[in-house]
C-alpha cells in the first residue's frame, strides 16, 4: 500500500474494508471482503486528507480534506 505518510485509516462498520487518507491528497478504500486485496482509489481532494468516517451501515463515507473540501 503506498499512500504516501497516511493521516486517517478507518475500518468499515463490518471490518472488511480500510480507508486510508494521506497527507497528497490520495484516498484509497482497501477491501478485505475477498482473498484478494483490492484497492479502490478515490479522486477529487489536492490538499492533506485529515479525517474520514463510514455511514453506520457501511455503504457509504465521507472523507475532509485540509481546504475544507468534503466529498460523500
Not at 475500518?11 to 474494508?17: A, E, N, T, V
Not at 497528497?24 to 479525517?51: M, N, Q, R, T, Y
Request: with cysteine; proline share 4%.
Amino acid at each position: 500500500m503506498d499512500c504516501g505518510d497516511s493521516r486517517c485509516l478507518v475500518y468499515s462498520p463490518d471490518g472488511r474494508r480500510l480507508l486510508v487518507g494521506s497527507v497528497i491528497g490520495k484516498v484509497e478504500v482497501w477491501d478485505f471482503g475477498s482473498k484478494e486485496v483490492k484497492s479502490h482509489p478515490v479522486k477529487g481532494h489536492e490538499a492533506e486528507v485529515l479525517c474520514a468516517g463510514f455511514h453506520p451501515a457501511g455503504k457509504f463515507f465521507v472523507t475532509c480534506d485540509k481546504d475544507q473540501k468534503c466529498i460523500a
